[in-house]
């Protein structure tokens, strides 16, 4: 059985109902982005992945961007609080799920708010965005629950984006990623390499040298390709009409059992 799982949840009828913040409001093809997300599950899948699917949550649109209810270090799960009341109902299946896979939970409680789309995890650091979703309580929280089993927690301002990972996400060597246009303080990353597109900033590590990435994104691609990645190209177009990008597609469980 594969050791790297990935949480994942499949689309709900509302889905063109979901909260955007950062862009204008246009049409989202929910059959398309069902279609698009089948074939991102099959990369997961692909490149060693197992696909863990956490129960639909049909009356909650933004439910398909499941990384933002839980953050996970180690063996432990830290269940959000989103920043969104709407979006609060979405938790509990995810819960369910990491318990389900032996993960051990806490939970960020009122007055925290915390995203997970807002936890850039490197090594054992932890960049946390505080901005629209996640607010000074939540990092306290976050901080509480991990500092305890070895982890650096950073917060870093968040004002351009929705979410810290909307902005940046990290290279296999740790180098973190960002379109400069989105990154407030690029200075409080140790090693940052800009990205010519927006949607190139965002990368899921399936392992080795490969890089999930947005089919939007092939400037940054190319770039990624000519430093030695692979990147696996997914068309994600419908989510990222909703700010989604891909990582908030998945949570991805490593170290759930070392």
């Not at 979901?18 to 929910?30: A, N």
């Not at 933004?62 to 830290?78: G, I, Q």
């Not at 997970?116 to 000074?136: C, E, F, H, P, S």
């Amino acid at each position: 059985m594969p050791s790297k799982k990935a949480l994942i949840r499949r689309p709900g009828p509302r889905l063109a109902e979901g909260l955007v913040t950062h862009v204008e409001r246009t049409p989202v093809d929910v059959p398309l982005a069902l279609a698009q997300w089948e074939a991102y599950g099959e990369a997961l899948r692909a490149h060693g992945w197992e696909t863990v699917e956490v129960d639909p949550a049909d009356d909650c649109p933004d439910a398909v961007f499941v990384e933002d209810s839980v953050v996970m270090f180690r063996n432990v799960a830290l269940i959000a609080r989103p920043g969104a009341e709407s979006r609060r109902p979405e938790t509990a299946a995810v819960e369910q799920a990491v318990t389900g896979l032996g993960a051990s939970v806490n939970r960020v409680r009122e007055p925290g708010a915390l995203d997970g789309g807002d936890v850039l995890k490197i090594g054992d650091t932890l960049y946390v965005g505080r901005g629209g979703r996640t607010n000074a309580a939540g990092v306290r929280q976050l901080r509480a629950a991990f500092e305890p089993l070895g982890a650096r927690v950073v917060a870093v301002p968040v004002s351009s984006a929705l979410h810290l990972k909307s902005a940046v996400t990290a290279l296999p060597d740790g180098t973190v990623i960002g379109h400069p246009s989105l990154v407030d303080t690029p200075s409080l990353f140790g090693s940052f390499l800009p990205v010519p597109e927006e949607s190139g900033a965002h990368v899921v590590l399936l392992g080795g040298d490969r890089l999930l990435m947005a089919a939007s994104a092939p400037k940054s691609a190319e770039l990624l390709a000519d430093l030695g990645y692979t990147p696996v190209l997914v068309d994600i177009s419908e989510f990222e009409k909703l700010e989604g990008c891909v990582t908030c597609l998945s949570v991805r469980l490593r170290n759930l059992y070392g």
